[in-house]
């Protein structure tokens, strides 16, 4: 059975089960589909091939299949809607439609700039869209508003519980974003942390955030990878005025370069370094009585990684 019609099928069955509680519910599902091997049914790449086009391997791959597997999931979430209506908690329920981070494959992305795996905006920002009941009766905007408000994943989950009328029991790193996606008020979230990481052995690190409309990269642009010493770089942005990060201001603000640094190194303060000398393979099983464990994760190698002389200074 093709994956997307899979997750689908729990779903709908879940959703079902869910039609006679009386309690607020949250159901989250995600996909594999878009994601590499590009696989999908022939009706749906028959829906995007163009007769008498040559492709090469890659393209077809890239350019068909791949448009296939969004067009499988569009037809999944169709049904996953009806089941909602038939069950009777369509009126109560708010659907929320997101990505995890950019596709791999840039044309993708454009006019953004970079990929998956990249802290660029085309590998983090993603389009996401709300729709239901719920939203509608809220909004004092007209339906179908593009919101501009600023926005984190960690942001669903206050958002979402303060809906369900529940409030944290522990700080959270997410603010409640409701007022802002409905009556177009500002977003309460002024700064956004795309990543910061530094490799216990080679003093590699990456630190790319943001406040308000600027945007520090600092060190790696691209996937972080431990024990690789990569070529560090240093980009600043306004996004405002330059969202598909062209100018670079780097040299022109160094006024602002030098806050947003100072911002970035405070973030990190907060944070503890993932000690990995030999990374994954730490947590096999055949180290751990025959449970797969986090391996780098094992109590005590904190106080190793907390020695004076490994600690990660940023001077440059």
């Not at 749906?44 to 999931?73: C, N, P």
């Not at 490799?199 to 308000?212: K, L, M, P």
């Not at 005590?300 to 990660?312: C, D, F, K, P």
């Given at each position: 059975m093709y994956s997307t019609v899979l997750w689908e099928r729990e779903a709908s069955r879940l959703l079902r089960n869910l039609s006679s509680s009386t309690k607020p519910w949250y159901l989250q599902l995600?996909?594999?589909?878009?994601?590499?091997?590009?696989?999908?049914?022939?009706?749906?790449?028959?829906?995007?091939?163009?007769?008498?086009?040559?492709?090469?391997?890659?393209?077809?791959?890239?350019?068909?299949?791949?448009?296939?597997?969004?067009?499988?999931?569009?037809?999944?979430?169709?049904?996953?809607?009806a089941a909602l209506q038939e069950t009777g908690m369509y009126a109560d329920t708010l659907i929320v439609f997101t990505s995890d981070n950019g596709s791999g494959y840039r044309p993708a992305n454009l006019p953004l700039r970079g990929r998956k795996g990249s802290v660029f905006e085309g590998g983090v920002r993603v389009p996401a869209f709300l729709h239901g009941p719920p939203l509608t009766s809220a909004m004092s905007v007209a339906p179908g508003t593009r919101?501009?408000?600023l926005a984190h994943i960690t942001d669903w989950l206050p958002t979402l519980l303060g809906l369900a009328g529940g409030a944290p029991t522990f700080p959270l790193d997410g603010l409640d974003l409701w007022p802002a996606l409905t009556l177009g008020l500002p977003s309460p979230r002024t700064q956004l942390v795309y990543n910061i990481d530094m490799?216990?052995?080679?003093?590699?690190?990456?630190?790319?955030?943001?406040?308000?409309q600027w945007k520090l990269i600092w060190g790696q642009t691209s996937e972080f990878k431990p024990h690789k010493k990569q070529e560090g770089q240093l980009h600043l942005f306004d996004l405002d005025s330059d969202p598909n990060e062209e100018i670079d201001l780097a040299i022109e603000r160094k006024d602002k370069l030098e806050e947003m640094k100072e911002l970035g190194r405070q973030l990190a303060k907060e944070l503890k370094v993932a000690f990995q000398p030999n990374r994954f393979s730490l947590g096999y099983p055949r180290y751990h009585g025959g449970i797969l464990e986090p391996g780098w994760c094992e109590p005590?190698?904190?106080?190793?990684?907390?020695?004076?002389?490994?600690?990660?200074t940023f001077t440059q």
């Open positions: 995600a996909l594999t589909a878009v994601h590499p091997p590009y696989q999908a049914p022939k009706r749906f790449i028959d829906l995007h091939t163009q007769k008498g086009r040559k492709w090469s391997k890659e393209e077809y791959q890239l350019e068909v299949v791949r448009r296939g597997m969004v067009s499988a999931i569009d037809e999944s979430v169709g049904r996953l809607v919101s501009q408000a490799d216990d052995q080679s003093n590699t690190f990456q630190i790319a955030v943001r406040s308000h005590g190698w904190w106080e190793i990684l907390w020695r004076e002389e490994n600690m990660v």
